[in-house]
């Protein structure tokens, strides 16, 4: 018997260059979207009379993006999902997810060039949208937001066993790549709540004095609900990017505390979800 199944179209690129006048806006994202449904008879007889061809979705992304993209990627997701569902008898269930790479606009001779960008470090601006014939619902976030600081950070009064070499520090480097996802109660202007919860996870990272990557990671969730009523909650993934002091005793040297050497792998990763009572 078939059980549950989708399909669709991956890894979709689109850039939209929008040109209100001189200053243009450069948009660059990758748009993934699947679809649940009534599918048994292309699975079990090869009958596609209700498959609609994941190049068609691929297409309908690029057609609706002309006249239809030009606000927040999550009212995009919301438009492309109803596209789907109203168009698709079948469809029970559409799934779209957008990843957005931002683009800064150059200075040129000390002002923002109107038409020239440059593509910063690996952050990404995320949503993905689930829509059902009832209604819709809207995860945001981001990743790739790579942060560190110098301070306010430990790691002390951990279980040990006996295979525990770690030494307990007070002051230590605390670095990560943010990955965030929440969840909207409701519509919102996407574009300010993205902006003003982005800030809302950079203000408390910064800020908080860390017992270890966990205290912090919480910290950082207790404040986007605290500050942001629109969203129900939100999960937050820390990879733990760590900087090990350098033993510089062969040198004759004793390491103040500021000579490290970052390294890739392994890491830590600690993740959790905090939603409201």
Known sequence: MLAENSYG??????????????RHEFRAVTIAIALEGDFEAAHVAGDNRAVLPTDTMKNTVYA???????GAIESFGLLLSGHFLDHNPRVNLARVALSEQPW??????GRPHPHAFRRPGGERRLTRVN????GAAVE???EGLTVAKTSSSAFAGFLRDGYTTLKETHDRILATAIQAS??????VDFDAAFAAIRQTLL???????SASVQ???????ESVLARHPEVTQVRLSLPNKHHLPVDLSPFGQENRNDIFVPTEEPYGLIEATIRRD
């Open 9 to 22: 179209k991956s890894a979709i690129r689109l850039v939209k260059v929008l040109r209100p006048g001189e």
């Open 64 to 70: 609706l993006a002309q006249d239809h993209f030009d």
């Open 104 to 109: 800064e606009r150059l200075v040129v001779a």
């Open 131 to 134: 829509r059902t014939r009832e």
């Open 140 to 142: 945001a976030g981001l």
């Open 182 to 187: 929440w969840v909207y109660a409701a519509p």
């Open 203 to 209: 203000d408390r990272f910064a800020g908080h004095q």
């Open 215 to 221: 205290h912090t990671l919480y910290a950082m969730g």
